[in-house]
Structure formats: C-alpha cells, structure tokens
C-alpha cells in the first residue's frame, strides 16, 4: 500500500488513535518512511510523551477524543525527538485538526506552541526510559525483575531499527550466506543484520527459501529440544504458525506434524514452508482438541501469550496490552488459563520418557516460571530436564537456576539484544 506525501500524519494518528483504543494488533504494509519513523518514534517514547502533553491539558481529554490525543502526540514527537521544524510540525497538526476535529484546532495549536517554547528553552524534564513502559505493566514487572533490569529492558526499547536475525538452513553454507547477506554470525545457523537492511523480500535468498526470519531468542526451543532427539523423531509443533520453528524441525530432517487452530495463519504457515521449500503434515484444529493417531516423542508448544518480550520489535505492544478493553490483568489471566489447557493437552500426547518443550516470548513470569511450576504440581509424571549452558549459543546468563531459559531484551545488548522468552524443558517419566 502506497501513500502519498501528505498521508503519513494521517496514517499515523489513525495507528496511535487505534493503540489508546486498546484495539487488537493490526499489522501494516505501509512502507512510507517518514510514516515509519513516527509511528516508532511515537511508541518508543509514548510514556514520556504523555507525561509532557499532560503538563498543558487542563482538563484530561475523554476516551472518545483519543483522535484528539493521537494527533497531539504525532506533533509532540516530531517536535521533541524528530529534525522536524517546531513550525511545520505545529503547522500540520493544526491543519489534520480542523479537517477531522475542527471543534479542537485551537486547543491543539495552543498546547503544541507551547511545548514547542518550552522544547526550545530547554524546560523539558529528563526522564528515565522507564516511563516508557506502562504503568499497570511497570508495576506488576516491578516484583519480578530489578530496577536496573527494568532500565536496561527499556533502554533496548528505545533502539531503532532492531536487530534482525535470519535463520539459515542447516543445509546451507553459513559463511556463504553470512557474505552475501553482510551480516554477522551470532549463534549456530544463525546471521544478525544490525541496521540498514531494507525490505526483507529484496534480500538474496529470500525468494529462494534459503532462509527465514527468526529471532536469536525464539530458535532456543527447538535448539535444546533437537539436543534430545534422535534422527527421524515424531514431533508435534503446537500452535505452529507462523512456522519458524516447524521450519527448524524440518530442516534438521525430523517427520513433523503442525497444529494450527487459526485458519489464516495456518495460510501464512503454509506459505513460508512453500518458500523453504518445506513441507509438514499441517492439521487446522485447536490443539486441545486434537488426538494424534501415535503418541510423539517430541511436543514443541510455543504457547499463545502476552508477547512482551517481543518491545524491541513490536513498541506497540505494551501499550495495546496497557489499553485493552478488558484491562491488562484480565487478560492476562484468560492467557495463563489457555497456556495451562495446552500444557494439559500436550501432556497427553507425549509417549513415556518424551520430551515437552514450552515456550512464551513474554517476560511475565506468571506466563514462564509459575506456570511450570503449577503444571508440574498437578502432573507428578513429568520432571524438569536442566537446560545446561552447552546447548545454548547465546549468553549463559539465560539459564536460570531451575535449569529454564529466560532471556531479557538487552542480553547480548552489544550485538542488538533479541527477543524475551522463557523456555522450560520436562521429561514424561511413566
């Protein structure tokens, strides 16, 4: 989708408006830059934007002016953080105002002149990137990780563009790709683009399945479960789209079947593996409903989660979760309750001295840890298998004491960071 020269403020007030509505994620084909470059700009900083728009808004805007609020946050950010002149982003503002909130244009004017003063005479206060992390999230995360893991986390957040991993075949030459893709070798069959790397379809080998997008982070499960199969195991990928991981198993040569509940996204499955070149056995059913005809050796459930650990990539999802329609904690919990079904699920599939590997891109531990923890109180059959520092190729501070894996955004931070996860390995006993 194209968009013309003076449709980028648009675009992007609609995106932030649809954000403070607590909408659902949606994602964009926009390619506009200077589009992009707000909207991450805007979502990267929305918590100090918000608490510098607060100091001249007598009267808190309603929940049904958030177009009104979205706009004023597109002109706070070019004004603070972007080579936009003060003028022109006042200017554009004002103009977006009385064609869609004409009752607002004045108001909207006054406060943007006036931060636009206060910006020029160095009034703004220096805040700490944790203001960027919203309030209900901050204070639950407050009680799981330390004030100085809390400031890292939100510091990866405000990088930009964000490291990006590709996943090469195991049947590939690594050096070959590493070459012509000017990257840099981070991990096994792995190569990391920093910055400048443009569309991603226009990247040698793409078009030609050589290799696919896959956060460092989320390889960990399938790396430390392929540690503990042998050649030819029977695996159960559960919630398997969008397919990164159906494609690990593949390539390593293991027979793989895939469960996808979603139709759409089992398409999106069934698209990359055609690129790659890959092919599963794909059934479209909810996991909880589906009865193997052989029990694995092997089930990989990445389960659905609050995807948290995934800010260096998606700013907005702090602030879609922080806003949701049934507030973040009830959310959450519906989470947890689905996490702990497919647990249950997949425990049934599982032959005897089976391999369970679960996984959440999340940085909640009621998401990671507790739900391990209350799994295992319920099923005596399966122990924990320790994850040992050999079998990871990132650094080796990921492995907990348990013997789980929990990454942070800003482990590895000098090679870009990578995605939060948690990642347990249990063994079937009897």
Not at 384 to 405: L, R
Not at 418 to 423: V, Y
Request: hydrophobic fraction near 40%; proline fraction near 3%; charged fraction near 25%.
């Amino acid at each position: 989708m194209s968009i013309n020269n003076s449709n980028p403020r648009m675009k992007a007030i609609e995106e932030i408006t649809s954000i403070l509505n607590g909408d659902n994620y949606k994602s964009t084909d926009i390619e506009d830059a200077f589009y992009r470059s707000l909207i991450s700009h805007a979502l990267r900083r929305l918590g100090e934007i918000h608490f510098y728009l607060k100091k001249y808004i007598k009267k808190p805007l309603k929940t049904d002016q958030n177009h009104i609020l979205a706009n004023l946050i597109i002109g706070a950010v070019q004004i603070i953080y972007m080579r936009v002149p003060s003028y022109a982003a006042v200017n554009d503002s004002v103009k977006l105002a009385k064609k869609n909130t004409p009752h607002h244009f004045k108001f909207i004017n006054a406060v943007l002149r006036q931060l636009s003063r206060d910006m020029e005479n160095k009034k703004l206060e220096k805040l700490s990137p944790i203001n960027n992390i919203p309030n209900e999230i901050i204070n639950k995360w407050k009680n799981e990780l330390s004030e100085d893991q809390l400031i890292k986390i939100a510091k990866q957040h405000l990088l930009a563009p964000p490291a990006l991993d590709i996943s090469i075949s195991a049947k590939e030459n690594i050096n070959k790709w590493k070459v012509s893709l000017k990257g840099k070798s981070f991990g096994k069959n792995n190569i990391r683009l920093l910055n400048n790397y443009g569309k991603i379809d226009k990247l040698n080998g793409y078009k030609e399945g050589k290799w696919w997008i896959q956060d460092i982070a989320a390889q960990l499960p399938v790396k430390i479960l392929l540690a503990k199969l042998k050649k030819d195991a029977y695996v159960i990928d559960l919630c398997a789209a969008p397919g990164g991981k159906t494609a690990q198993l593949l390539s390593n040569n293991l027979n793989v079947t895939s469960i996808e509940s979603n139709s759409m996204r089992a398409k999106i499955l069934e698209s990359n593996l055609k690129r790659l070149n890959l092919k599963t056995e794909l059934v479209i059913k909810n996991a909880n409903q589906y009865k193997p005809k052989k029990l694995a050796d092997a089930i990989l459930l990445d389960a659905p989660c609050s995807s948290s650990g995934t800010i260096r990539k998606n700013p907005d999802i702090l602030w879609r979760l922080s806003n949701i329609k049934n507030n973040y904690l009830s959310n959450l919990n519906s989470l947890l309750k689905i996490q702990s079904n497919l647990l249950y699920s997949a425990s049934k599939m599982l032959k005897t001295r089976g391999t369970l590997v679960y996984s959440v891109c999340s940085l909640d531990e009621d998401e990671g840890v507790n739900q391990i923890v209350d799994f295992m109180k319920k099923n005596s059959k399966f122990i924990i298998d320790p994850i040992n520092e050999a079998e990871i190729d990132i650094t080796k501070q990921a492995i907990t004491k348990e013997g789980f894996i929990r990454t942070l955004p800003f482990f590895n931070s000098e090679l870009g960071g990578m995605d939060g996860f948690f990642i347990a390995r249990l063994i079937k006993t009897n």
